[in-house]
């Protein structure tokens, strides 16, 4: 099975730019989907994008449409979220996901869990 490590959360002004890293091991990304999502506090957690293991097809939660860009590199085993614009409301903590059997922006899509990384948006 896969286990996932998400990096690159962190503070940031309005207006900035981060990138995340979700870096796979026990296996190769090439076999999953992958899912970006968030939770900020008293809120659901919220599906943000996602990137599909066959095509590479992307998907995007209307909210961050044009703002942010998955990609992943497979040398790498390293899924991205590059994510441009940021304002308060996309504070929370972001998780990727994975799984074999499909992709999409339902949690319950997914088999596999990183921990989460911090991302908080303030002047």
């Known amino acids: 099975q896969v286990q996932l490590v998400e990096s690159g959360g962190g503070l940031v002004q309005p207006g900035g730019s981060l990138r995340l890293s979700c870096a796979a091991s026990?296996?190769?990304?090439?076999?999953?989907?992958v899912g970006w999502f968030r939770q900020a506090p008293g809120k659901e957690r919220e599906g943000v994008s996602c990137?599909?293991?066959?095509?590479?097809?992307?998907y995007y939660a209307e909210s961050v449409k044009g703002r942010f860009t998955i990609s992943k590199d497979n040398h790498k085993n390293t899924v991205y979220l590059q994510m441009n614009s940021l304002n308060p409301d996309d504070t929370a903590v972001y998780y990727c996901?994975?799984?074999?059997?499909?992709?999409?922006?339902?949690?319950?899509?997914?088999?596999?869990w990183g921990q989460g990384t911090q991302v908080t948006v303030s002047s």
């Open positions: 026990g296996d190769t990304l090439k076999d999953y989907g």
């Open positions: 996901a994975a799984d074999v059997r499909r992709v999409g922006l339902q949690e319950r899509y997914y088999d596999y």
């Open positions: 990137i599909a293991k066959s095509d590479g097809a992307t």
